[in-house]
Every structure is written in structure tokens, then in C-alpha cells.
């Protein structure tokens, strides 16, 4: 790993003006995906702004109708909060799905977000859910914030400080699961929301996190994984590597959803 | 070069570090404690792990910048002056190592897992939150026994006997 200057930030405010004055600055929050990507170095920031101290950003609370995580929120804790299991059994299963048990205690939601690794698991429960992204500067949904590979909607000196998550009335994630890497090779977040179907599917595409709009109308019509028979999504546009082609993922993200779909009930 | 203090075994410790200065790298290059091991250095293998505020992390991939006002337990922390931790002889007892490199990170997940999950484990829970500890001598077959039995002896309950 190359070297580079260290700041812990003690606040929000701080830590936004760090990254107004330093060009090539990254905001490191769990560091479980920066730290490997530096060690690999393939990215090299000359300033690191460390988050972990900043205090209040890692609630989890039930508001009204949403669940309300902080973006510091670790996996372990969104996994095990009583909270999450009771409004969104699917979004503690979830965060129970990443890394491993020490990489949950590390890893946190704002940062796989922000992140926005096409095989992460939350991009899928965000936009499946139809979560809110909340930052420094405004409220984002997620239809709008995720841009491509790892590219977000979010600006250069933007830092996120929570996501909202609708309650659904049913919710489910189906991940078919890379054991190496334990990423997403496929994963599948399917939700039943008062006024709409929604299907998310990450791993898959060849630009990150989408959704499945044929899928969607079909459950609307009727929420059962018959809806889906004969159903399938192009190949075109996902991504193919050594793990898997692109007609195979294709064929996962079928299976997925209708597993998803069935798990929902 | 940055300061950072720490406890490490219940022992306060002031370093300075460059700021690329992984945790694991200060606790074997500077203070000397080699118990915890670096096998991967991607966080995938789990020679590393160690606990931070009492949870279990991979200490390849945490800064030891990130550790200031933190308290650290590492293998060498487990055991009393002549005593092993029930965990350390459950794996002496049940023959849960080979070549013994994985060995502390295993023990300090498997302290950790009693810690989280309480001290009756299955066979299947052990091995699904293995899932970052590897190891490439014993299959896992003894280590699991070694954590099941480890954790009732936590529980001061009379420990384990080994089948042979």
C-alpha cells in the first residue's frame, strides 16, 4: 500500500471541508473493500479521511413507516438488530449474507454503497426496497443514485449519512453466492410494496445493480412464482466472466426470482 | 510519524506508525506479539483475527491509526500465567490443529462465536461462521469439535473428553 496522510474526522461538517481541500482524498468508513483495494493498489488516495469517529451515525430506528439505518451501521449490527428483523426480516437476512462474521463487524452500509460494487448485496435491498439515500446535501432515491460500476449519483465532496428503507408488506433476497469471494454472483431482492412490485437483481449486469420491469408487471398482476414461468431476461447487458457467462446469469436471475418470490410467501 | 494508544492485552501501549501501518503489522513488527498471523493479506483467510472492542475483525485490513482508544485482545491474551483459555485446550484436547498457523485466528473467532451465539453450538452453525477462517491441513472435522467442546468449557461446565 502507498502511503498517504491520515485525518479522523470528528464530525460531519469536518470532514465534508476535508474533502473540499484535498483533491485526492477517499472517506474511509469499514475499509474492507478501500483497505484490500489500496493493499492491491489500485487506488492510492494521498488522504485518507477516516469516519469511525464521528459519533451518531450508526442508529438503526423504525421512523413512521421507515427503517432508518445510520451509514455507519456494521453488517453484524443491521444483521442482528431486532429492529431490522421485525420491519425487514429480508434486510438482516441480507447483511447476515456478506464477507463473514469479522468482515460484518467492519463493513458498513453507507460504504458498500457508496461503493456500489456490481456483486454487492446492499445496492439490490436499496433498490428493491426503494430506500432513500440520505447525505450531507440532500435525499436521493435509489432509482437515481446508482450510475454504473461503482459510480453513484453522489458528488465528489457528498458523504452519506443514512438510508431510509420503506416497510414493505413482504420482502425477500435470494443470492446465489460466489464461495470464494462470497460476493453476489447472482442475487435477486424482491419486494411487495402497496403500489408496486419490485425486482432488483445484482451481480448480473454488466453495469451494476437493475431491475426487472417484465418480472415486475407479471407479480403485479399475481405475487406468485408461477407469475414468473416462462419468464426469462436477455443476456444482452450482463456481465460474463470466469465465474459465469452471461446466458448463465441470465438463467440465475430467473431461478432467483422465483425463489425470492416463494421465500416471500 | 503519527502516535497512536492503545490497550493490547489489557496492557496500555503508545506507537507511532506511518499511517499505511496495518494493525496486524503493529502488533507483530512493533510490539512483538507474532501469535497473530498473516496468511492471506486479503482478508479472506482469517490468520489474522483478533478483537477490537470485543468483536472479531480481520486485523489485515484495519489501520492501526483505526485502533487509537481501542482495546485489543490477541492470542497472547487468552491464556492465564499457566493456565490455557478453555478454547485454547479444547483445540489441544480434540487434535484441532496440524500444522498450527491458523490456529489463533481460529481460536479468537471461536471466542468470539461464544461470545455472539452462547455456548451450545452446532456442528452446522460452527461451520457456517467458519466461513472466514481457513484452514489447510485438518478439513475442519477436529476444529469443529474443538470449538463445540471449547464453548461448553466456557460455560464451566466439565470440559469435553476427546473420543481417543
Redesign the interface.
Known amino acids: ?6 485525518h ?1 474526522a470528528s464530525g460531519l461538517r469536518q470532514a465534508t471541508n476535508m474533502l473540499g481541500k484535498f483533491a485526492d482524498a477517499k472517506l ?1 468508513a469499514g ?2 473493500t478501500l ?2 483495494t ?2 492491491q493498489r489500485l487506488a492510492s488516495p494521498a488522504d ?1 479521511i ?1 469516519l ?2 464521528i459519533e451518531g451515525m450508526s442508529g438503526i430506528e423504525l421512523k413512521g413507516r421507515n427503517l432508518v439505518i445510520g451509514a455507519m451501521a456494521r453488517h ?1 449490527d443491521v444483521a ?1 438488530s431486532p429492529v431490522v428483523r421485525h420491519a425487514i426480516p429480508a434486510l438482516a437476512a441480507l447483511a447476515h449474507m456478506i ?5 460484518r ?2 463493513g458498513t452500509i453507507g460504504g458498500s454503497i457508496a461503493n456500489n460494487d456490481p456483486n454487492a448485496d446492499y445496492p439490490a435491498a436499496c433498490l428493491g426496497l426503494a430506500a432513500t439515500i440520505v447525505t450531507t446535501k440532500r435525499k436521493i432515491v435509489a432509482d437515481e443514485f446508482f450510475k454504473g460500476l461503482f459510480e453513484t449519483a453522489l458528488a465528489p465532496d457528498e458523504i452519506i449519512t443514512k438510508v431510509s428503507f420503506p416497510v414493505p408488506k413482504k420482502a425477500a433476497y435470494q443470492k446465489f453466492r460466489n464461495p ?1 469471494s ?1 460476493f453476489a454472483l447472482v442475487g435477486v431482492f424482491v419486494t411487495r410494496r402497496p403500489s408496486e412490485v419490485r425486482v432488483a437483481v445484482t451481480g448480473a449486469g454488466a453495469s451494476g445493480v437493475f431491475r426487472v420491469p417484465a418480472f415486475e408487471a407479471a407479480l403485479k398482476k399475481r405475487f406468485s412464482p408461477k407469475s414468473l414461468e416462462g419468464l426469462t431476461i436477455p443476456a444482452d447487458g450482463l456481465a460474463g466472466d470466469i465465474h459465469g457467462s452471461a446466458e448463465y446469469r441470465a438463467h440465475l436471475v430467473g431461478v432467483l426470482a422465483r425463489r425470492a418470490v416463494a421465500d416471500a410467501g | 510519524m503519527p502516535a497512536v494508544s492503545l490497550t493490547v492485552n489489557g496492557k496500555a501501549v503508545k506507537a507511532t506508525v506511518e499511517p499505511r501501518t496495518l494493525l496486524v503489522q503493529l502488533l507483530r513488527e512493533q510490539l512483538r506479539l507474532t501469535g497473530t498471523h498473516v496468511g492471506c493479506d486479503t482478508s479472506q483467510c482469517g490468520c489474522c483475527v483478533v478483537h477490537v472492542d470485543g468483536k472479531a475483525i480481520k486485523s489485515c485490513t484495519m489501520l492501526a491509526l483505526q485502533a487509537e482508544g481501542a482495546e485489543v485482545l490477541t492470542i497472547e491474551g487468552l491464556a492465564t500465567a499457566d493456565k490455557l483459555h478453555p478454547m485454547q485446550e479444547a483445540f489441544r484436547e480434540n487434535h484441532g490443529l496440524q500444522c498450527g498457523f491458523c490456529t489463533p485466528g481460529m481460536i479468537m473467532t471461536a471466542v468470539d462465536m461464544v461470545h455472539r451465539l452462547g455456548h451450545e453450538l452446532d456442528e452446522r452453525t460452527i461451520r457456517e461462521e467458519l466461513e472466514g477462517n481457513i484452514c489447510r491441513c485438518t478439513g475442519y472435522h477436529n476444529i469443529v469439535k474443538s470449538i463445540a467442546a471449547g464453548a461448553k468449557a466456557m460455560s464451566g461446565a466439565p470440559p469435553h473428553q476427546a473420543a481417543e
Open positions: 500500500m502507498y502511503n498517504f496522510t491520515y479522523r474511509l475499509g474492507q483497505l484490500p489500496m493493499k485518507i477516516d469511525n469517529k453484524a442482528s464477507g463473514d462474521p469479522a468482515v463487524h467492519r470464494a462470497r
